[in-house]
């Protein structure tokens, strides 16, 4: 089923996040170490324009799980939370920087037989956002990259390029720069 890449599909999902009764850690499991991956939800590179999840391909000289497909995500460092974990990893492992705005939920836990509790995280990872400033009625648009937001013309240029790459006929004249580049 192809579910739209669009602000309808974001809440739908974080409300069915919301809704969903994660099962407590059971006595064994909490001896286990601390992990955590994302479910990363982005736009899937098809004309249609539908949710895809992002996968990582582990390098093939690792002792473990070598040339396995795999959500992103890793072990717990020292006082980290599964959620700033499955960030971290996100950023590590394919270079999206994204905040705790962008998670929409949490699934079981799942224990390992290699000695791990590994906690989904579902996170929205959508590179392109839509804000709003007091200065005018037209959306701002932005890109995060590296850490950083690229305002418009660049991000409204790049955001179109990817529409027309994905088959749609997008037109971003009406998106608004921030105040700062009225200048």
């Known amino acids: 089923m192809t579910r739209p890449f669009d602000h309808a599909t974001r809440r739908n999902i974080a409300e069915r996040c919301a809704a969903f009764a994660r ?4 006595e064994p499991a909490l001896a286990l170490k601390p992990a955590a991956v994302a479910i990363a939800l982005t736009e899937a ?31 717990c460092d020292e006082g980290e939370t599964q959620v700033t974990a499955a960030l971290r990893e ?15 939920g949490l699934l079981d836990d ?4 290699s000695g791990y509790l590994i906690t989904p995280v579902v996170v929205w990872a959508d590179a392109f956002d839509f804000t709003t400033i007091p200065e005018s009625t037209r959306r701002v648009i932005r890109f995060r990259h590296a850490g950083q937001f690229i305002h418009a013309p660049t991000a409204a240029l790049i955001y179109q390029f990817r529409e027309v790459l994905a088959g749609r ?5 009406e998106l608004e720069q921030p105040v700062f580049a009225w200048k």
């Open 23 to 26: 099962l407590p850690a059971s």
């Open 169 to 173: 006929e997008t037109r971003v004249a």
């Open 110 to 113: 799942y224990p390992t037989r």
């Open 45 to 75: 590179d098809d004309a249609a324009g539908g949710t895809a999840v992002l996968l990582t391909l582990r390098a093939a000289g690792l002792r473990a799980h070598s040339s396995q497909w795999a959500l992103p995500g890793g072990r």
């Open 90 to 104: 996100l950023h590590e492992e394919l270079g999206l920087d994204l905040r705790e705005q962008n998670v929409l």
